[in-house]
């Protein structure tokens, strides 16, 4: 919008005003289209769709696109849905194909011998008229999506060492749409004397040989290369040598950790008034400083679709279960402080310190873990080696912000006070001085040095377990004081995520929150509420829930069914 124009809009309408004339532009993600939209009419697409296929039209980046509906959608049934049209149509055509490990993560690959080709391009090309696909763009510099469903397009391929074929799709309420990045690409492969010749680099191998056998796997060996909790019958062919373990793949399973309150439970805050001598009717005043968005559904949500790998996930809480959880479905489970602390005199505790200080007490617990605040979310589908080392190494996530110098003072917030707390302990057994907060993301940690922290610093230690409320002499263990022991003790390193932090009750947020939901281009962000009336409460609930609705649309396993 030229500026001249965008200054007579901002002087005549207000930010709420903007705001809504901003997300009617920027929808044009998916939604309803005009008759006729940037060259090419609702009549065309229509007449591509076949009958029963389950397909309908939306609108992609402006441009009509025909779309499947998947109630459970994200990028790994994604993926399945595309790897096992191809493979089925491979099969029925009688052409022989394995699938290939390939070097990007989002798609899969399927491979075809070359002198197959013109067999595999006719199934593929029959396979994509019945369901109407695309190829995806050509090239990591490309973006030209051309529909597969007409016959001309497949002339362009009739040589092509490489094509990727994709189906969109998307949710029921069409918030969310996954395309060319989770597509199937299939290669043609050359023969070579004895050998099938890669026509471009894989993860694994350059060749194979001709006459070796195939091998039947899982298709979430590909689908889900990380591991899933999605039971599927699916099979694929592949060679054997797909199947090698490489010392980058990561070997053990990684649990999750929340710690979660509801802050508006009049049983919760009676127990708090017990302990503050306030009254229970001035607590329950003020409960808004304390309730929440319902923002541990919609993370729990973001694990679901972007990382499936999550083997257990551990709900920490003071004998509270949110009332939507489903905690028959495998693969949660709540727990109670008091199954944690190892000094019951401590309980009960509203410190959220003295809580963390114990998550590496949980039974079962997973040797590798990340632990979660419920305002943190995966914004794009994330790897184990995202967070963790092949070795068991972890990683931490420096922020740009500072603990202020110098020791604790009463000018400092409970945040620095806990930062310059640990900085002491670190400065005395390694000689260092950190100066850097830690991002608002999942925190990868070990038990091992969890545990070894606890004897290492034994007094501050039991200090911080044993305060009911936040105290001047509280460390902060897993959200900082892991991350600089383990490093100086050879077992984390710094790594890097492309990450966000919203403070939802500033008068940017809703802009902010508009961009982030139109780009969807964060690994991790956080939706922190610094809010201290109930005014501001309302009007952060009003921006959070139809955005966290918009971005995570699709109910976890782990809700209840409404």
Not at 15 to 22: A, F, G, N, Q, V
Not at 373 to 402: H, I, W
């Amino acid at each position: 919008m030229p500026t001249r124009l965008r200054r007579v809009v901002a002087a005549r309408y207000s930010p709420e005003t903007r705001r809504r004339i901003k997300q009617s532009i920027g929808s044009g993600g998916v939604g309803q289209m005009p008759g006729k939209v940037r060259g090419a009419s609702l009549a065309t697409l229509r007449r591509s769709l076949v009958a029963g296929s389950g397909a309908l039209v939306i609108t992609v980046g402006g441009r009509p696109r025909i779309a499947f509906v998947d109630d459970g959608l994200s990028p790994e049934t994604t993926r399945r849905a595309g790897l096992g049209a191809v493979t089925a149509a491979l099969d029925s055509a009688g052409v022989d194909y394995f699938c290939v490990r390939n070097q990007e993560r989002q798609a899969t690959t399927v491979a075809v011998a070359d002198s197959d080709r013109a067999r595999a391009l006719a199934a593929l090309q029959e396979l994509s008229r019945t369901l109407p696909a695309y190829f995806g763009p050509r090239g990591p510099e490309s973006k030209r999506i051309v529909p597969a469903y007409q016959p001309a397009n497949w002339r362009r391929f009739s040589r092509a060492r490489t094509l990727r074929l994709f189906w969109y799709r998307t949710d029921p309420g069409q918030n969310v749409v996954l395309g060319p990045e989770n597509g199937c690409d299939i290669e043609f492969w050359a023969r070579e004397d004895d050998r099938l010749v890669a026509p471009r680099r894989n993860f694994i191998t350059e060749s194979v040989p001709v006459e070796a056998p195939s091998v039947e796997v899982p298709a979430t060996t590909f689908t889900a290369p990380w591991g899933t909790r999605t039971s599927t019958a699916m099979t694929v062919r592949t060679r054997a040598e797909f199947t090698t373990k490489v010392p980058g793949d990561i070997p053990f399973p990684v649990d999750v950790v929340y710690t979660w309150v509801d802050g508006s439970d009049p049983a919760w805050l009676r127990r708090r008034s017990e302990f503050t001598g306030a009254d229970y009717h001035a607590e329950a005043a003020n409960a808004a400083r304390y309730a929440n968005h319902d923002e541990l559904r919609y993370s729990l949500r973001s694990l679901a679709t972007y990382a499936p790998w999550v083997r257990t996930i551990y709900l920490v809480t003071d004998d509270q279960t949110p009332e939507w959880l489903d905690t028959e479905q495998p693969g949660i489970k709540v727990v109670s402080h008091r199954e944690i602390f190892t000094d019951p005199a401590a309980l009960p505790t509203f410190n959220s310190h003295a809580i963390e200080s114990q998550l590496h007490h949980i039974d079962g617990l997973a040797e590798h873990f990340l632990y979660f605040n419920d305002d943190v979310f995966l914004g794009r589908e994330m790897a184990p080696g995202d967070f963790f080392l092949a070795n068991g190494l972890t990683q931490f996530f420096p922020s740009p912000a500072l603990v202020p110098l110098g020791p604790p003072s009463s000018d400092d917030v409970p945040v620095s006070i806990a930062g310059k707390n640990n900085r002491a302990l670190i400065q005395e057994r390694f000689g260092t001085t950190p100066v850097q907060k830690m991002r608002h993301v999942p925190h990868a940690l070990n038990r091992t040095v969890l545990s070894e922290i606890e004897d290492e610093f034994a007094e501050q230690h039991r200090a911080t377990a044993a305060q009911r409320f936040r105290s001047p002499e509280d460390i902060a263990i897993p959200s900082s004081l892991y991350h600089y022991y383990a490093f100086h003790t050879g077992r984390a390193l710094a790594g890097d995520l492309e990450y966000v932090y919203i403070d939802v009750s500033l008068p940017n947020a809703g802009n902010r929150l508009d961009r982030l939901l139109l780009s969807r281009d964060r690994d991790v962000f956080c939706l922190n509420d610094t809010l201290s009336t109930e005014e501001d409460f309302d009007r952060s609930t009003r921006l959070l829930h139809p955005f966290l609705e918009s971005y995570f649309p699709v109910p976890s396993r782990y809700e209840r069914p409404a």
